[in-house]
Nanobody, 129 residues
Framework: QVQLVESGGGLVQAGGSLRLSCAAS????????MAWFRQAPGKERDFVAA????????DYADSVKGRFTISRDNAKNTMYLQMNSLKPEDTAVYYC??????????????????????WGQGTQVTVSS
């Protein structure tokens, strides 16, 4: 069983930055595929970014490419999302997700929310214009 806890959300002006963290319990964190998703009110949960088990490979939604950076520190059992140049349309609840199938990252399903087994409770990010 893995438990995920997000932190770092808040209110920021457009153009500002935030850094989200996702702390994971469990000794096998380093083998898990990890990702960030977000959900705005009345909308589906959308893929934001994914990272493979080692942190050596990443993938991003087109809407955040060049502005967001996903990373992980397996020694600290923590994943991060550095968000720069934030826009009002980035406003959402951000969720971290994990799955023990490390190969999940290698296929297109890494962007599918229903492929991930473990989820955090979410952290609110609000970007004002």
């Amino acid at each position: 069983q893995v438990q995920l806890v997000e932190s770092g959300g808040g209110l920021v002006q457009a153009g500002g930055s935030l850094r989200l963290s996702c702390a994971a319990s469990g000794r096998t964190f380093s083998t898990y595929a990890m990702a960030w998703f977000r959900q705005a009110p009345g909308k589906e949960r959308d893929f934001v970014a994914a990272i493979n088990w080692s942190g050596g490979s990443t993938d991003y939604a087109d809407s955040v490419k060049g502005r967001f950076t996903i990373s992980r520190d397996n020694a600290k059992n923590t994943m991060y999302l550095q968000m720069n140049s934030l826009k009002p349309e980035d406003t959402a609840v951000y969720y971290c997700a994990a799955d023990p199938r490390s190969w999940l990252f290698t296929g297109t399903k890494r962007t599918w929310a229903n492929e991930y087994s473990y989820w955090g409770q979410g952290t609110q990010v609000t970007v004002s214009s």
